[in-house]
């Protein structure tokens, strides 16, 4: 079913609700799905609706121009989105299969809802399983001592596909602060730990080495700061002292690919709204 996702972020307010629903009532517009939530801390008020494409007289961009007068009475940072418009996924990763292979297989499977137009890697290892699925490979490898040619070549790609978002599926680089700049909360990325803990390098020796009983993976936004961005989704798994860190990669893996692909389908469906460097994510 064909539906526009009205997305909203605003002070909170009296009336708020009420005056997006009469509006909604006003042109006979059908509410699918409908999730508010309230930050008493922060003072804000976040709103998701699915609207039956349909049931309104009109297409998305008259939306937009009969909501706009309601958007700024109530100083709203609001998007309008048409399902029937699939988002363009670029996806890069490095030497490691597991997050490209799932999240191509959910693609292949139509789990996702989206358009992957081509993937780029710093290694050619991955070429024949992306070339299968009959999406375009860019090998760019990337030079340790000079990565700046590298990425402007990853940019030009990212802008001649027309990306709405880029996943890193362990993609085993740091992107530059431009690129950040430029695809700000639209670059996502999982990382083989549970955020804030064990940044960086090798998390799964560094949780090890602290004797930890649960593990996890961290899907999030990328920023200039190194796994610092906002988190879109994070779960866990049980290990113990008898597990090695061999078997703690294994269950990570399978702990990533789960967090990657949630996160990713939240974002293609409009459900995460991001505050500061905190998501509100209506799942």
């Not at 349909?54 to 007068?69: D, H, N, V, Y």
């Amino acid at each position: 079913m064909r539906t526009y996702r009205l997305v909203i972020a605003c002070p909170d307010r009296v009336g708020i609700v009420a005056k997006v629903s009469n509006f909604l009532a006003l042109y006979n517009g059908w509410i699918n799905e409908a999730s508010h939530h309230s930050d008493e801390q922060s003072g804000w008020f976040f709103m998701r609706h699915e609207i039956r494409a349909e049931s309104l007289p009109f297409g998305i961009e008259a939306f937009r121009e009969a909501f706009a007068p309601i958007a700024e009475e109530f100083s709203m940072t609001w998007r309008i989105t048409d399902s029937a418009q699939k988002k363009r996924v670029v996806l890069m990763a490095s030497r490691e299969s597991h997050c490209l292979a799932d999240l191509l297989h959910r693609w292949h499977t139509d789990e996702l809802d989206c358009e992957i137009p081509c993937v780029i890697s710093n290694h050619n290892d991955l070429r024949s399983m992306v070339e299968w699925h009959g999406i375009p490979f860019f090998h760019v490898p990337v030079d340790p001592k000079d990565k700046a040619p590298a990425f402007a070549e990853v940019s030009r790609l990212v802008q001649e596909h027309a990306a709405d978002v880029v996943v890193l599926a362990r993609y085993m680089q740091i992107l530059p602060p431009q690129l950040c700049r430029d695809y700000a909360e639209k670059v996502i990325n999982i990382h083989h730990s549970f955020l804030p803990s064990f940044v960086g390098a090798k998390p799964y020796h560094q949780a090890a080495l602290r004797g930890v009983k649960l593990i996890g993976a961290t899907c999030h936004y990328v920023t200039e700061e190194l796994d610092a961005g906002p988190i879109i989704e994070q779960d866990v798994v049980r290990v113990s002292h008898a597990d090695s860190i061999e078997d703690m990669v294994r269950f990570g893996r399978d702990v990533e690919k789960m967090v990657l692909a949630r996160g990713l389908r939240y974002h293609l469906e409009d459900r995460v709204l991001v505050h500061g460097n905190k998501t509100v994510v209506f799942d």
